[in-house]
């Protein structure tokens, strides 16, 4: 998997190179995350690029992706697989810190953010590093993204349920109202083992619901199926 990389519809991730290879969180983001009418996307963490791409895929000609990357092989390999895509004019690769990056206000930003807490064992250092929160906090998250929002951005995330309280607390803490709630049921029955978050500025009312994976008799929901379809070979 690590070498062959992931092949979508569209296009091809090569992700031998990212501590955190292609999952089902960032398909989950880059399939979801609302495009509106945002010109200007920031794409904090972009790894492989996976969400990028996905939202090029998404957005029209008019839309430009950002995608933010901390490690430097991991910045390479996106800038690579950018490259190699349909999109290599509509998506730049940034290596560097989310604290430090400076840029023209965004309307939409999204992340698969870091959520591990520090101590969790990791097979590697860049592993660690890409999910413990030590090289950005959740709230570091909120605060920069805030600062690089613009006046009627918006911020979308997938974190896990025990994540998501600190993220209404952090939200809340940099003007930013949760406007859309998506619990991720991995099979019908269970718990939610994530959410998908939207949050924004401008205070509205909430809208929420399920998207369940896999069905009890383990066919993927009509929900999900419609989200990736677009995505997915075998779909």
Not at 60 to 78: K, M, N, R, S
Request: include cysteine; hydrophobic fraction near 45%; glycine fraction near 12%.
């Amino acid at each position: 998997m690590a070498g062959r990389g992931f092949t979508l519809k569209q296009f091809h991730v090569h992700h031998d190179r990212c501590a955190m290879k292609v999952g089902t969180d960032g398909i989950l983001l880059g399939a979801w995350a609302p495009l509106g009418r945002a010109r200007r996307i920031l794409d904090v963490g972009t790894g492989s690029g996976l969400v990028a791409l996905m939202l090029a895929q998404r957005g029209d000609e008019g839309v430009h992706i950002t995608g933010l990357e901390l490690d430097e092989a991991a910045a390479g390999q996106a800038a690579d697989n950018v490259a190699a895509s349909p999109w290599p004019g509509q998506i730049s690769i940034v290596q560097g810190a989310l604290q430090q990056f400076e840029a023209e206000p965004f309307e939409l930003i999204v992340s698969n953010p870091p959520y591990f807490a520090p101590g969790q064992a990791f097979d590697c250092a860049a592993r660690a590093s890409a999910r413990h929160g030590g090289s950005l906090s959740l709230a570091e998250l909120f605060a920069h993204c805030s600062r690089l929002l613009s006046p009627t951005g918006q911020l979308c995330l997938v974190l896990p349920w025990q994540a998501q309280q600190d993220a209404l607390w952090c939200a809340d803490s940099n003007g930013l109202f949760l406007l859309e709630q998506k619990s991720v049921i991995t099979r019908e029955g269970k718990s939610p083992g994530r959410f998908l978050l939207r949050f924004g500025r401008i205070k509205n009312c909430l809208i929420a619901g399920d998207i369940v994976i896999n069905t009890a008799n383990g066919e993927y929901g009509d929900i999900y199926k419609g989200m990736v379809s677009p995505f997915y070979l075998k779909m």
